[in-house]
């Protein structure tokens, strides 16, 4: 094995949010790290529900959702309807022009 090619391998203190304090070994140079869930606090590990939202995703989605319910949403069926009601509100001149009379009843200045 080479000399002095691997890191130092150093213990560090890790702390948790919820309190619970442990050592780690691990090659970084600082002394301690903090973290936002551990074994004690961890959903898994405990049984019980807890959100950790670091970047208010559950805000945003609980918010995205109430939007949803006042928006009023259509059926495929009736926005056919409604367009097939535009469509049939829309009355065709009774007689076809050609370009011809359209340019001449236009007065284009020469």
């Known amino acids: 094995m080479k000399k002095d090619i691997h890191p130092k391998y150093n213990t560090i203190k890790v702390t948790c949010s919820c ?3 442990f050592q780690v070994g691990s090659t970084l140079d600082s002394e301690e790290i903090n973290v936002e869930l551990c074994s004690k606090c ?3 590990y405990t049984g019980e529900q807890k959100i950790v939202d670091a970047d208010n995703l559950v805000q945003k989605y609980e918010e995205k959702m109430k939007k949803a319910k006042t928006m009023s949403f259509r059926s495929k069926k009736a926005k056919m309807e ?3 009601s535009k ?3 829309i009355t065709q001149p009774s007689s076809t022009l050609t370009l011809k009379d359209m340019l001449a009843n236009a007065d284009i200045s020469k």
């Open 19 to 21: 309190g619970n304090t």
């Open 42 to 44: 961890h959903p898994f």
């Open 82 to 84: 409604a367009r097939k």
């Open 87 to 89: 469509k049939e509100g």
